[in-house]
């Protein structure tokens, strides 16, 4: 063997054994982050509310079916009351479900020209668990309500 093919060679080996461990741990710290679809419950309102409390109130209605034959597909709507004027409007309307892996199911951000706070959709729920809608309003608090929904596997309960 030639001295610089072994001089090579060794070079690539010490290089290996150099960078192999920081790679190595540059991974399992990838790993540590949180995926916003990973969030838990709490986690999640944390990261809307940054911390600040949620307040049940009858201003936010949201509209379920108490039981879903089909957790593939279940409709909800979330109506707020609010004037929507400039000074005091829904800033967003969040829905969650409370026990899926991917507990954010919807974001709607609005502004006062929509004219009425009112959002529906379709969310996939993983099994029987609270859907969420958390109402942002634009003096900073969150209003939230919430309702069961039984998922059942062809309509048997």
Known sequence: MERRSFLKGFG??????TLIPQIAGAADEAKKVVSPNE?????AVAAITGGKPLVASAKVAISAPEIAENGAVVPVKVTVESPMS?????KAIHILASKNGNVRCANVYLTPANGEAYFGTRVKLGGTQDVVA??????GTFLTAKQNVKVTIGGCG
């Open 12 to 17: 690539m080996v010490a290089a290996c054994t």
């Open 39 to 43: 969030m838990n419950y709490d986690t």
């Open 86 to 90: 400039s000074k005091d409007f829904v």
């Open 134 to 139: 958390i109402a942002e309003m634009s003096d």
